[in-house]
């Protein structure tokens, strides 16, 4: 196997794939609907800018978000969304002083966030282990993922975001096979694998105390409040696994698979859970 990219290079794609809020337009805070509930406290229609919304399109209870109800503020990541839509797509306009673009804006911004996202996972793919072959593939779809970000708005609109998240996912599927089945197989006979745990698993609340769950396939799966203490996730796929308030205290996530930054943020954890150096540590977990 080969190291395709190096961290240099995935460093740099992921300057342009994380949240800048100093070159956005509050756009998370604005485009996008929420419902009351214990993830946010009150009701806010899609188009309508929160009540923390300041002028300056900073949110003036970051640091409190959490304490006073908005705790799926922490837990949403745009993927550099937002900054590439205010400061390339419209060039730097803002949607207070030019308000006959504000809702062609909003409903760009769920477009690009999802182009973004896919790029994150294209990234990080171009950084494992792969044979030749995947890893061209892979290259290729960053290349035109990429591309697309860079369509005027109208074309942005227009695009079937959906057939291409399909192609991207085909290409994510196979590396994950790649990766998961190459862990497993160094794994031999050591620690007894968990059994039952697959694609989209329903393991909310689920008892997963030190469970041995490297290289296993959790796209999708509801780990909500679920007790991953002490837990091997090493090579394990995370795309899309719902984490919320899910226990992960010294587990081990070093090197699991296509993990978010606003998937660790929803966890629960402390200093001895082990994760990725291209995450941040949330600042709720224990210390």
């Not at 960053?142 to 708005?153: D, G, H, M, V």
């Amino acid at each position: 196997m080969l190291k395709n990219q190096s961290h240099t290079e995935s460093d740099q794609n992921l300057g342009e794939l994380k949240a800048d809020c100093e070159k956005c337009f509050g756009l998370c805070c604005v485009a996008l609907p929420f419902a009351a509930s214990a993830d946010f406290a009150l009701d806010k229609e899609a188009g309508s800018p929160c009540i923390n919304l300041q002028s300056d399109f900073r949110c003036g209870v970051h640091k409190n978000l959490r304490q006073i109800g908005f705790q799926g503020c922490t837990v949403f990541d745009c993927f550099g969304a937002g900054q590439k839509v205010s400061q390339y797509t419209y060039k730097g306009k803002d949607w207070r002083s030019n308000p006959e673009s504000a809702k062609e804006m909003f409903d760009v911004f769920p477009i690009m966030r999802q182009l973004q996202e896919m790029l994150w996972y294209l990234n990080e793919a171009l950084t494992l282990n792969l044979n030749p072959k995947i890893h061209s593939e892979i290259k290729c779809a960053f290349a035109k993922t990429e591309r697309l970000t860079y369509l005027p708005s109208d074309k942005l609109l227009d695009l079937d975001v959906a057939a291409h998240r399909a192609y991207v996912n085909d290409i994510l599927l196979q590396t994950s096979e790649l990766v998961r089945s190459e862990a497993i197989h160094l794994q031999g006979n050591g620690k007894k694998r968990h059994k039952n745990i697959g694609r989209g698993a329903d393991l909310i609340g689920a008892n997963l105390k030190e469970a041995n769950l490297r290289g296993a396939n959790l796209r999708g799966a509801y780990l909500i409040a679920a007790n991953l203490r002490g837990a091997d996730l090493r090579k394990a796929d995370l795309i899309g696994a719902d984490f919320r308030d899910a226990d992960i205290s010294g587990a081990d996530l070093t090197d699991s698979i296509f993990l978010t930054q606003a998937q660790l943020n929803a966890t629960k954890g402390d200093n001895l859970t082990k994760i990725t150096a291209r995450l941040n540590r949330p600042l709720h977990w224990t210390k």
